[in-house]
């Protein structure tokens, strides 16, 4: 909160400076070639689903045509040895399912076509499942009327392999016996995971500061316990491909608008081959804690 | 090795027991006393020479009964004296200025191009400085440099340095010897170095002497005027933006002399009372940046000499809002403060004192203090027949870095073919990469004080070095030199050895070739968000993890003199960076800084080219016209993929020309045209569509709900803006109203054609509702005139 003060300040100065000096605008060739629309991928894969894929085209950026979904594609999953282990069949709106879930610890390349579109196919695996071994809620603060709540989250990190994860936070009302989910804002002061202390949606950290031992991480979000009946806490253990994605691709929404006028655009993690997008694997573990 | 080699050398020349006596003294302009730097001294009988230091002193050791020296200075009449070799002499010299400019005739001996070991440097005049016309009238040492080969300016209108394809940070600026951190005004727009107060500028891009130390790319030696010793002067100036002043003269005549110069932009002042009447007295708010340049020297006797310097510069923005209003019987008062500011404070004392005629020493203590600041506060006030009721706010975020420091350098002439410098310095840094005090309360109570953010981290750093510039035969000259540093910081201690070589191989009388290699260490890093130079920029020290930055650079080149009035030269470069630190993709200086060596990559840089530039320093038309042909490249592990992408001022092509023509004593005028292939910039090639979010995905069920567009960028700094030119033209009136006073007009266009030169690009759509490549072009046509006065 404090640092988004700053930032206003700091535009203020740029907003008067760019009054101070006459500017002056104009249109421009763009000298890229035009490229032709490729296949976008969106796939996160975790083992308490099945395989859902969306397919989408991409366009040149001075295209401003709809980024419309590819309901004819071909999606097939392969397993690690090559042998196809499923064809997924066109749901809605772009989506594709399977009937079968991923496991933990396999590898599967997708392979996509469709009429039109260069093929594009990617590989990647479901980490193992990394459970969350404790939470404690150990108290609130309150910063001027600000009331949140520490939640101090455990878990055992396997030893010898980079693990990658994410952190969130779920809210839930039952409301007339229904469950209303609500994704919330979180905030770590913990420094090994080299965030800034501000709020937002998910906390990505990997273990390169804790291979192998059992870390604890402090994470701070809005109290709401008059409001909510019960928060989750989902630990995902990410592959590296999925982490890369998942953290640049915060990195690319929270750059977006006049916050960050300086800072270098963000280039989004991609996995496809010939195309965009991400087929990633993820393997979450949930907690519940009750008020 | 090389070490061994040096003091070899030195010990052998200690020892010469052939009969010689040693000739010393000070160089100076004859009217003001002010040293000349780079007065060549030379023997007419042994055919030896030597030139002066940057104190204005020389030495030089002959043999033989007697000698005829003739010194020497562009634009200053040769001088002949004859000495009688029986002792040791000392003779200090007063030159006169030429004002018959095309009758100088340079002789053979002068300081020419192909005579120096030296490579990669170049010389400023600051009468080009002044004669060149410039952004809104406002004189600039650093725009001028910028149009010297192998020089880089950033952006439209700024006066940021890039030395070969290096960053801004890597730049050794030296004031009087003191390293100046953020040499820039107004984001940039005008460097921190009044005109006025400068004596000497001089730009080494590579084969750096192992005296210099500290930084990759380049030094920016700037000496400040130290005073006339003879009479009173001032001279001043009234332009656009700013006004200026500068006052010089003897103290105590020929012994103690002051220089003062002071600089302020009043924009801010002109606009207050049109802002008053615009916010009903309620507030007001500008913008502003002033220098103050203070200097005395103090003769004891020839032998020694105290010189006291001082520089002070800040720049602020500023708003203040009042308000007051009566409502339901309560009075409310508000009042809030905001400010931006930062600014340089340097000090020095220095101290020659000339041991033996052979041994000249320096001895310096420095301060330089960098302060970046951002406060607002706020109060309020509600009075009403229950009482008084009040509550307050405050912020601040301060982020700086301060140096003090120490140093000895020795000059040591024991012979006319060896010319030796040796000195050791410490320096005790405080870095405060970034503070935040909160303050609030409520009726006159403190309720609230935190401070958080990085703390201060302190580091030692020590250096020492050995130097020889020597001949051997009369074609060869070389200099060797050996620079040790060392840097100390959290436990962790970085040494660094940094062998320097340059050389020069004189073909015939008026060309050589000459080569270099240089091992550079910079115990610094700048985190900028954009490489552009602004205030927010923290200088940070190498960490366990960070390490410092590395250089090394070789170069090759060919210097010749062309018919007495041409310097002509072309040099080839390569160079390698290590250690180049950028900031994630996403953290910026918002933020937490304490943990900003987990918020930047470590990566290295590849630098290459070729400088061609054709110089004539005499004669009514004078100038230069540069030409740079430049690659300059960055790898990164974990930037664009990993794969090695364009640094944002790699420029394929770069040409600086700046010329003067002097018509008569009242009028001069000055043209500078520049031309740059266009900066290299980040910019999206396609769209697609991405969720946001690997967890939506599993909420969502994979529905369209979520999707956010995505621009794909194939590269960092992968596209290239339009290609930059500009013309700026201005003239100089002068006219000598009395004998004592003389007064200029300026008038200066800059952009004379009215280039719209690209500045920053991005995606709009236009009315039709298509994307469109966009550009922002800042300076059109800008007109400038100044009024300028010397006594």
């Known amino acids: ?291 | 090795m090389l070490l061994r080699i040096l003091l070899l050398n030195t010990l052998f020349l200690t020892n010469l027991s052939i009969a010689q006596h040693t000739i010393s003294g000070y160089v100076s302009e004859i009217n003001s006393g002010e040293p000349l730097i780079g007065a060549t001294i030379f023997d007419e009988a042994s055919l030896k020479g030597t030139t002066t230091n940057v104190y204005g002193f020389y030495s030089i050791t002959l043999t033989g009964d007697s000698a005829t020296l003739r010194f020497s200075y562009v634009g200053y009449s040769n001088q002949r004296f004859s000495v009688d070799l029986s002792k040791n002499i000392s003779l200090n010299i007063e030159m006169i200025a030429d004002n018959e400019l095309e009758e100088v005739v340079v002789t053979g001996e002068s300081n020419k191009i192909q005579e120096n070991s030296q490579m990669s440097t170049n010389d400023i005049s600051m009468e080009k400085v002044k004669s060149l016309p410039v952004l809104l009238g406002e004189k600039d040492v650093l725009k001028t440099i910028q149009l010297l080969p192998g020089v880089q300016s950033g952006s439209e209108g700024a006066s940021g340095i890039y030395v070969r394809g290096g960053g801004p940070d890597q730049n050794l600026i030296l004031l009087d010897g003191v390293p100046v951190y953020n040499a820039s005004h107004l984001f940039g727009f005008f460097s921190v170095f009044n005109a006025d107060a400068i004596n000497s500028v001089q730009l080494i891009k590579g084969g750096f002497p192992a005296h210099y130390g500290g930084r990759l790319s380049s030094v920016i030696d700037i000496r400040m005027k130290e005073g006339n010793m003879k009479e009173f002067h001032g001279e001043g100036s009234v332009g656009l933006i700013s006004a200026k002043m500068m006052f010089e003269g003897p103290i105590i005549k020929d012994k103690t002399s002051f220089a003062i110069s002071a600089r302020r932009t009043y924009i801010d002042l002109l606009s207050r009372p049109f802002i008053n009447q615009a916010s009903d007295n309620t507030g007001f708010g500008g913008y502003y940046f002033y220098d103050v340049n203070l200097k005395v020297n103090h003769k004891f006797s020839d032998k020694s000499r105290l010189y006291a310097s001082a520089y002070l510069g800040n720049d602020k923005f500023y708003a203040r809002l009042k308000d007051r209003f009566v409502s339901n019987g309560v009075t409310e008062e508000f009042e809030s403060d905001n400010s931006i500011n930062w600014g340089n404070t340097i000090a020095a004392l220095r101290w020659n004192y000339l041991i033996t005629p052979k041994l000249f020493s320096n001895t310096t203590i420095t301060y330089s203090k960098y302060n970046f600041n951002v406060g607002f506060s706020q109060e309020n006030t509600s009075t009403s027949s229950t009482g008084v009721e009040s509550d307050f706010f405050s912020f601040d975020y301060l982020s700086g870095i301060r140096d003090y420091s120490a140093k000895i350098d020795f000059d040591y002439n024991p012979h006319p073919d060896h010319f030796v410098k040796f000195g050791t310095g410490y320096t005790f840094h405080t870095f405060t990469p970034g503070v935040n005090t909160f303050r609030a309360g409520f009726n006159g109570g403190n309720e609230l004080d935190t401070t958080f953010g990085s703390s201060t981290t302190l580091a030692h750093e020590f250096w020492t070095y050995i130097e020889d510039d020597f001949k051997i035969g009369s074609r060869t000259k070389i200099n060797l030199g050996m620079h040790i540093s060392g840097f100390s910081v959290d436990n962790v201690f970085y040494p660094s050895f940094q062998p320097r070589f340059s050389g020069r191989f004189l073909l015939n009388e008026n060309s050589s070739i000459k080569t270099s290699y240089a091992h550079m260490a910079q115990f610094l890093h700048l985190l900028t968000n954009a490489g552009i130079g602004l205030p927010t920029d923290l200088w940070v020290p190498p960490t366990a993890n960070i390490k410092p930055q590395y250089s090394h650079q070789v170069a090759l080149g060919y210097a010749q003199t062309i018919g007495n009035k041409f310097e002509f030269s072309v040099e080839g470069y390569y160079k390698t960076l290590e250690n180049l630190i950028e900031y994630k993709d996403g953290a910026s200086f918002f933020g937490n800084n304490e943990v900003w060596d987990q918020k930047v990559e470590v990566g290295n840089g590849l630098a290459y080219g070729a400088e061609f530039l054709i110089e004539k320093k005499i004669g009514k038309t004078s100038g230069w016209i540069g030409y740079t042909l430049s690659w300059s490249n960055r790898t990164f592990e974990n930037l664009n993929f990993g794969e090695t992408f364009p640094y944002r001022y790699d420029r394929r092509h770069d040409i600086g020309a700046a010329l003067t023509h002097k018509f008569n004593e009242r009028v001069d005028i000055g043209i500078v045209w520049v031309y740059g292939t266009g900066n290299a910039v980040t910019l999206g090639t396609e769209r697609y569509l991405s969720y946001s979010g690997a967890q939506d995905m599993v909420m969502f069920g994979n529905s369209n709900f979520g999707f956010q567009e995505i621009e794909h960028i194939a590269s960092r700094n992968g596209y290239r803006m339009p290609s930059y030119h500009r013309l700026d033209i201005g003239v100089n009136l002068h006219k000598q109203v009395s004998q004592k006073f003389e007064r200029t007009w300026s008038f200066g266009v800059y952009n004379i054609y009215n280039r719209q030169n690209p500045f920053f690009l991005y995606f709009s759509r236009d009315d039709s509702g298509n994307n469109r490549l966009t550009q922002i072009s800042l300076f059109p046509l800008i007109p400038s005139f100044s009024y300028s006065f010397k006594f």
């Open chain 1, 1 to 291: 909160m404090k640092n988004k003060k700053i930032k206003y300040q700091y535009l203020i100065v740029l907003i008067s400076l760019s009054h101070f000096f006459t500017s002056c605008e104009k249109y421009l060739e763009f000298d890229e070639e035009i490229k032709e629309p490729k296949i976008v991928v969106n796939s996160i894969i975790h083992p308490d689903s099945v395989f859902k894929v969306h397919l989408s085209r991409s366009l040149s950026v001075i295209d401003n045509g709809d980024l419309t979904s590819i309901e004819n594609g071909t999606v097939e999953i392969y397993n690690e040895n090559g042998a196809l282990i499923e064809t997924l069949t066109h749901n809605q709106y772009g989506e594709y399912r399977g009937n079968l879930n991923p496991s933990e610890g396999q590898t599967y390349q997708l392979k996509v076509s469709a009429i039109g579109y260069e093929s594009v196919s990617a590989i990647d695996y479901i980490p193992s499942l990394v459970n969350i071994s404790n939470v404690d809620t150990t108290g609130v603060e309150n910063i001027d009327g600000f009331k949140e709540l520490k939640l101090e989250v455990s878990f055992q990190d396997p030893q010898n392999i980079q693990n990658y994860y994410q952190i969130e936070i779920i809210r839930t009302q039952i409301v007339n016996g229904d469950l209303f989910e609500n994704p919330t804002f979180i905030r770590s002061d913990d420094l090994s995971t080299g965030n800034d202390p501000e709020y937002y949606k998910y906390i990505y950290f990997d273990d390169i500061l804790f291979d192998g031992n059992l870390k604890t991480i402090t994470i701070f979000t809005e109290d709401t316990r008059e409001f909510d009946n019960f928060i989750e806490i989902r630990l995902s253990s990410l592959s590296e491909s999925a982490y890369k994605y998942s953290k640049s691709y915060q990195a690319y929404s929270n750059n977006i608008g006049l916050g960050n006028v300086f800072a270098q655009p963000i280039q989004v993690h991609n996995n496809i081959e010939n195309g965009f997008g991400i087929f990633g694997g993820v393997n979450i573990s949930r907690k519940k804690v009750t008020f």
